[in-house]
């Protein structure tokens, strides 16, 4: 490689897009990078102005420099919505240079912003590729899937409480079946037909809180429905 193009702080390199232009020196804010450069169509010669293609670049209203030969290496520079360098017009000149608007480092690939008009034109139908927009991108897919997985975990946690209140639910009625049946055993201060004894006698009558034998003058005598009767001695 001749001594001049190495000594040149960029190379042609493979970028997301295709080729791109690639720092491969340190290149300080402000440094002018690489020339623009390539016949000048004139608008006002009708053939020239018939001339298309996406490395026009428009220096006045009458001048547009056709960046597509082969010897324009800055037509190898990607566009980025956020760059690192600018094209600074010198429309009297008719010259173009791609300067730097950011300290560059070795390895980071070289862009500028190629306006609104071509962005419109080729990059907003396609999707622009540029470090910036991908990266908007990779975040509204990141927090679409945080959304996705935030509502799967709240179905999730709706079902398991579901779960967990009719669980809850079923053991409670087990609770009671099985304490019913054991009331039906036990008694627990009610009669197995039901009623309370609150105190009474299982005949009914009140004892009025007088033992059965304490009562002077009266006996107590089993009944024959092995209830205790009061009689009359
Ligand atoms: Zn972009």
């Known amino acids: 490689m001749p001594a001049s193009l190495s ?22 804010k402000g440094t002018k990078i690489i020339r623009y450069f390539g016949p000048l169509l004139d608008s006002k010669k ?3 102005d018939a001339i ?7 220096l006045t209203n009458r001048w547009t420099i056709d960046g597509s030969i082969r010897e324009n290496v800055a037509r190898y520079i990607n566009h980025a919505c956020r760059p690192n360098a600018e094209s600074d017009v010198k429309p009297r000149k008719r010259k173009v240079f791609i300067r730097a608007i950011k300290d560059i480092e070795p390895g980071d690939e070289i862009n500028y912003d190629y306006g609104t008009d071509y962005f419109k034109a080729y990059l907003k139908p396609i999707g622009c590729k540029c470090d910036a927009c991908e990266k908007k991108r ?5 927090e ?6 935030r509502l799967k975990e709240k179905a999730e946690r709706k079902a ?15 609770k009671a079946k099985k304490a019913a049946k054991a009331n039906g055993k036990l008694g627990n201060g009610q009669t197995p037909n039901g009623k309370a004894l609150n105190g009474k006698a299982l005949n009914g009558k009140h004892l009025n809180g007088h033992s059965l034998t304490a009562v002077t003058g009266k006996r107590a005598v089993p ?9 009359q001695a």
Do not use: C, H, M
């Not at 000594?7 to 300080?28: D, E, N």
């Not at 398991?160 to 087990?174: G, H, T």
């Not at 009944?223 to 009689?231: D, E, H, K, Q």
């Open 52 to 58: 298309e293609n996406k490395y026009l670049f428009e």
């Open 46 to 48: 009708k053939d020239e």
């Open 223 to 231: 009944s024959r429905r092995g209830a205790t009767r009061v009689l």
């Open 144 to 149: 679409a899937r945080a959304e996705r997985l």
């Open 138 to 142: 990779k975040k509204k897919r990141a």
């Open 7 to 28: 000594q040149k702080p960029y190379r042609v390199g493979r970028s997301r897009t295709g080729l791109g232009l690639f720092a491969t020196k340190p290149i300080k």
């Open 160 to 174: 398991r409480r579901e779960a967990e209140k009719l669980a809850e639910a079923r053991a409670k009625q087990r």
